[in-house]
């Protein structure tokens, strides 16, 4: 079992339309969570972090931490073409040590 | 400069060449992490450096990686004898670390070094 997963999609939303990506991890001693995007032939870039179980909004993002089922989301709210990339889920494993990713799911809207 | 810097951005190397890739960090992150992304794939885990200590090297896929960062700032990841499975996007990571007031866990990615072995 890999330490981080997520389902490689491709996920196909309709502009406008909300996008929901999930991850689950399986350190339950990991403390604090990411959502990277990544465009085909560039570098992954921070979206998100979460620490806390619950929600936290940043524009039209949201992510959400379940400690307890060991699962982190991140919605998208009016998805637009620009949103179209790869979403990397990360987690610092409980020795601190090492960022994990998961293997990132491929997002696509269309108009 | 501003950003993390990656030399060199594409390498070729026929199957059993030694090859070096170079990092130089943002100034002041005292942490540098390596990552080998295979297409499609999300970036995994080689290597971690907290200023010149290597604290994880448990991702190395085998003896033939070796990273080192001996002035605690520009790191290079040295693979010997590669092989094709070796071909990949080598990323370099820079961060704050744990503990200090600026860490978020962010992580501040270079453009990576592409390495294709035939």
């Known amino acids: 079992q890999k330490e981080v997963e997520q389902n490689s999609g491709p996920l196909s939303v309709p502009e406008g339309a909300i996008a929901s990506l999930n991850c689950t991890y399986s350190?339950?001693?990991?403390?604090?969570f990411f959502w990277y995007r990544q465009y085909s032939g560039k570098s992954p870039e921070l979206i998100m972090f979460i620490y806390s179980n619950g929600d936290k909004e940043d524009g039209r993002f949201t992510a959400q931490l379940n400690k307890a089922s060991q699962y982190v989301s991140l919605l998208i709210r009016d998805s637009q073409p620009s949103d179209s990339a790869t979403y990397l889920c990360a987690v610092i494993d409980s020795s601190a040590s090492k960022i994990i990713f998961g293997s990132g799911t491929r997002l696509s809207i269309r108009p | 400069g501003a950003g993390v810097s990656q030399s060199p951005r594409y390498k070729v190397a026929k199957r059993g060449q030694d090859v070096a890739l170079r990092c130089d960090p943002i100034s002041g992150h005292v942490s540098l992490f390596w990552y080998q992304q295979a297409l499609g794939q999300g970036p995994e885990f080689l290597t971690y450096f907290q200023n010149e200590a290597q604290l994880d090297k448990s991702g190395l896929p085998s003896d033939r990686f070796f990273a080192e960062r001996p002035e605690g700032s520009v790191s290079t990841l040295k693979i010997q004898r590669t092989q094709q499975e070796d071909s990949a996007v080598y990323l370099c990571?820079?961060?704050?670390?744990?503990?200090?007031?600026?860490?978020?866990?962010?992580?501040?990615f270079g453009e990576g070094s592409r390495l294709t072995v035939l």
């Open positions: 990571a820079s961060s704050h670390p744990p503990r200090q007031r600026e860490y978020t866990g962010e992580l501040f």
């Open positions: 350190d339950r001693g990991s403390q604090s």
